[in-house]
C-alpha cells in the first residue's frame, strides 16, 4: 500500500471511531479490511469488495433519513408520475442509461451485469449493522461515512475493468470523449439528474445534496488512488470498435 492509501485508511478508521457502539465497529472491521486487502487481489476480487463497499454506504446514507442520491430521487420522481413501482422505475432508467452508452461507444462487461444484481441486496446485508444514532450532527457523520465508502467501494470496482455500472460507465465514457475532468462530468451529471428528480416530484434533503456535490471529486480521488484513469482507453473504458 502506498502512503496515500496508508493515510486514507487511518483517516476512515479515525472516523468511524467516533461511534463506539458494537455494530460500528464491525463496519469499521469491514471497511478497514477491505481497504487493506483489495490492493493485493485479483480484478474479480476488486469487483466485489467495491461493490460491497457501495452496498453498505448506500445503507448507512439510508439509514440518517437525510436524503437519498439523486438517481434515486430519479426514480421516485418517475415513480410519482407513472405510478411505477419504484423497483420498475429504477430498471426503466438503468435501461435508458445504458442506451446512453452506444454514441459514446461504451462496452458493458462482466461488472456491469454483477453490479446491477449485487448493490441492492449488499445494501440490504449491511442494514442490521446500522446503529441507532442520535442528533442531527452524528447523523450527518455518519451520512459523510456512507458517502466515502460509496466513494471508496466505486473507485475500487471501477479499477478492476471488468465495466462499470449504468451510471458509473455513462460517466467514464463521457469523460474520455469529452477530455474534461472527471469530477465536472459527474457533478453535472448528479446535478441534471437532481434536478430533474426534483421537478418530477422526487424528495431531495441534506443527503441529497452533499452527495451531488461530493461524490464526482470524491470519485476522481479514489479512481487516481487505485490506478484508473478514465480519459486513457487502454486504462479507463471499455469501448467498442
Known amino acids: 500500500m502506498s502512503k496515500d492509501q496508508n493515510l486514507l485508511g487511518l483517516e476512515i478508521g479515525m472516523l468511524l ?3 463506539p457502539s458494537k455494530n460500528c465497529r464491525i463496519v469499521r472491521l469491514l471497511v478497514m479490511s477491505s481497504i487493506k486487502t483489495s490492493f493485493a487481489i485479483k480484478p474479480i476480487g476488486r469487483l466485489m469488495v467495491g461493490l460491497y463497499l457501495v452496498g453498505l454506504g448506500l445503507a448507512m ?7 437519498v442520491p439523486p438517481w434515486d430521487v430519479l426514480t421516485q420522481g418517475l415513480q410519482h408520475q407513472t405510478g411505477l413501482s419504484f423497483g420498475i422505475a429504477a430498471t426503466i432508467i ?3 442509461v445504458l442506451l ?8 458493458p462487461g462482466l461488472g456491469t451485469v454483477i453490479n446491477a444484481i449485487s448493490i441492492g441486496p449488499f445494501a440490504d446485508l449491511s442494514k442490521p449493522l446500522m ?10 457523520v455518519w451520512l459523510c461515512l456512507g458517502l466515502a465508502s460509496v466513494a471508496l467501494g466505486s473507485g475500487l470496482y471501477i479499477s478492476a475493468n471488468l465495466g462499470g455500472g449504468p451510471r458509473d460507465g455513462l460517466m467514464v465514457g463521457l469523460t474520455r470523449v469529452s477530455g474534461w475532468p472527471f469530477w465536472i462530468v459527474r457533478s453535472l451529471g448528479e446535478g441534471t439528474v437532481l434536478l430533474s428528480g426534483w421537478l418530477l416530484g422526487g424528495t431531495v434533503g441534506i443527503g441529497t445534496a452533499l452527495f451531488a456535490v461530493g461524490i464526482g471529486y470524491m ?3 479514489t479512481m487516481k488512488l487505485f490506478g484508473f484513469d478514465p480519459k486513457k482507453t487502454q486504462n479507463g473504458a471499455k469501448i467498442s470498435k
Open 17 to 19: 471511531h467516533v461511534f
Open 61 to 67: 446514507m439510508i439509514h440518517t433519513g437525510l436524503g
Open 94 to 96: 438503468s435501461a435508458v
Open 100 to 107: 446512453m452508452w452506444i454514441p459514446i461507444k461504451q462496452k
Open 131 to 140: 446503529p441507532g444514532i442520535d442528533g442531527l450532527f452524528l447523523n450527518i
Open 219 to 221: 470519485l476522481q480521488f
